[in-house]
């Protein structure tokens, strides 16, 4: 990989390898953009295949976190750190402080947060020897109720365009995953009158949802069929791909879960079977909202209320892919290019 043309192709700013013999650390940060202020993206730490792989994760993580915090209206760029090695091996209190002191080295360039196998215990260590880390339990906590709000929000603002109303009484929503986030969704939908379908691959979770919120249970693999109105994946990546593009009868796909798109075509091909999709680091922004209120000394109140504007980010992605006859896909990049270019005219 020629990692110079790679990050002048896609303008990133640093990479930086970190390494201590005598913990074994092997990390590596990533700074994309500090156009719009310091970057801000998590740790994770994960047993790569090769060196390689985890190069190309970082870069492509903390890219996504440009876009992320830009399309959010936060006031912070892109970064992401990786830690290369099996967590139940690596992971230790030495280590994360040498880590620790990278970030610090930075000078507030780059601020950490929680990610894969990195936990708010991981991240309390490395505050430990740095200030710059967001996702304390103690202050930001869990993001998971912030981040189904805003998905909450996300989806009224679609219902909004495709129905012409807000009104979820006569809707039928198809809920994949009833996780952290998933289930806190269903119950603002359940709230708002909405009828449920669920679906998870843990049958407690759904038990909880037909008992307690009415809902009707299918199967797995039956969820992306469903006569429905809106589809919410709230499970894992890459449910939108070559096996289940032509199955979905929904109007709107909008949900939490990251990376849904196999591959980016499949924006286009939404589009073009008149399915609204609404991008998902535009939808599940609550997350990084609500972290980066700690920044500002935690106000639960005023996260709630950035969240709320999910509502509103989602209207103007709608707009600008109605008006230039694009995928909201590609109107999200470019809401977000957009912010940072007027940005980068006023410095
Ligand atoms: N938690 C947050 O604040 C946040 C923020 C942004 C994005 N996300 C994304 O949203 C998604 C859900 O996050 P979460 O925090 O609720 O995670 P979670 O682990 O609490 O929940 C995921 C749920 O999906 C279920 N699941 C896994 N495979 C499934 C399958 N094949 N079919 C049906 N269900 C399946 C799991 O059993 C679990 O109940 C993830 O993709 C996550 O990356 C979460």
């Given at each position: 990989m020629?990692?110079?043309?790679?990050?002048?192709e896609?303008?990133y700013?640093?990479?930086?390898?970190?390494?201590?013999?005598?913990?074994?650390?092997?990390?590596?940060?990533?700074?994309?953009?500090?156009?719009?202020?310091?970057?801000?993206?998590g740790?994770?730490?994960?047993?790569?295949?090769?060196?390689?792989?985890?190069i190309?994760?970082?870069?492509?993580?903390?890219?996504?976190?440009?876009?992320k915090?830009?399309?959010?209206?936060?006031?912070?760029?892109?970064?992401?750190?990786?830690?290369?090695?099996?967590?139940?091996k690596?992971?230790?209190?030495?280590?994360?402080?040498v880590f620790?002191k990278?970030?610090?080295s930075?000078?507030?360039?780059?601020i950490?947060?929680?990610?894969?196998?990195?936990?708010?215990?991981?991240?309390?260590?490395?505050?430990?020897?740095?200030d710059?880390?967001?996702?304390?339990?103690?202050?930001?906590?869990?993001?998971?109720?912030?981040?189904?709000?805003?998905?909450y929000?996300?989806?009224?603002?679609?219902?909004?365009?495709?129905?012409?109303?807000l009104?979820?009484?006569?809707?039928?929503?198809?809920?994949?995953?009833?996780?952290?986030?998933?289930?806190?969704?269903c119950?603002?939908?359940?709230?708002?009158?909405?009828?449920?379908?669920?679906t998870?691959?843990?049958?407690?979770?759904?038990?909880?949802?037909?008992?307690?919120?009415?809902?009707s249970a299918?199967?797995?693999?039956?969820?992306?069929g469903?006569?429905?109105?809106?589809?919410a994946?709230?499970?894992?990546?890459?449910?939108?791909?070559?096996?289940?593009?032509d199955?979905f009868?929904c109007?709107?796909?909008?949900?939490?879960?990251?990376?849904?798109?196999?591959?980016?075509?499949?924006?286009?091909?939404?589009?073009?079977?008149?399915?609204?999709?609404?991008p998902?680091?535009?939808?599940?922004?609550?997350?990084?909202i609500?972290?980066?209120?700690?920044?500002?000394?935690?106000?639960?109140e005023?996260?709630?209320?950035?969240?709320?504007?999910?509502?509103?980010?989602?209207?103007k992605i709608i707009?600008?892919?109605?008006?230039?006859?694009?995928?909201?896909?590609?109107?999200?990049d470019?809401?977000?290019?957009?912010?940072?270019?007027?940005?980068?005219?006023?410095?």
């Open positions: 020629k990692i110079f043309d790679y990050l002048k896609r303008d700013e640093q990479l930086i390898f970190c390494q201590d013999r005598d913990t074994g650390l092997k990390a590596i940060i990533c700074i994309h953009d500090t156009t719009l202020g310091p970057a801000l993206g740790l994770r730490i994960w047993d790569y295949e090769s060196e390689e792989e985890a190309v994760d970082v870069l492509r993580l903390a890219r996504g976190m440009t876009y915090n830009a399309a959010a209206g936060l006031d912070f760029g892109g970064g992401k750190a990786v830690i290369l090695g099996d967590p139940a690596v992971k230790n209190k030495e280590l994360l402080h620790g990278y970030v610090d930075l000078g507030g360039r780059y950490t947060a929680e990610d894969m196998n990195s936990t708010t215990e991981d991240i309390a260590c490395i505050n430990e020897v740095t710059f880390v967001v996702g304390l339990k103690e202050k930001s906590g869990n993001p998971s109720p912030i981040t189904a709000f805003g998905v929000k996300g989806i009224l603002a679609a219902v909004n365009e495709v129905y012409g109303n009104d979820l009484t006569d809707k039928v929503i198809a809920v994949q995953g009833l996780g952290m986030v998933g289930y806190a969704l119950e603002y939908l359940h709230k708002a009158g909405a009828q449920l379908y669920v998870d691959i843990d049958e407690k979770k759904v038990t909880r949802a037909v008992k307690t919120l009415n809902a299918v199967a797995p693999n039956e969820i992306y469903l006569a429905c109105d809106i589809f994946p709230c499970a894992m990546g890459a449910v939108i791909n070559a096996d289940t593009v199955l009868q109007k709107i796909i909008a949900g939490s879960a990251n990376n849904q798109l196999a591959d980016e075509k499949y924006g286009e091909i939404l589009m073009e079977k008149g399915i609204l999709y609404i998902d680091y535009v939808i599940n922004s609550g997350g990084v609500n972290v980066s209120e700690e920044m500002k000394g935690y106000n639960k005023n996260a709630m209320v950035r969240a709320a504007a999910i509502y509103d980010s989602v209207t707009e600008i892919s109605k008006k230039d006859q694009i995928s909201t896909r590609i109107a999200a470019r809401m977000a290019e957009a912010r940072i270019a007027l940005e980068k005219k006023a410095k």
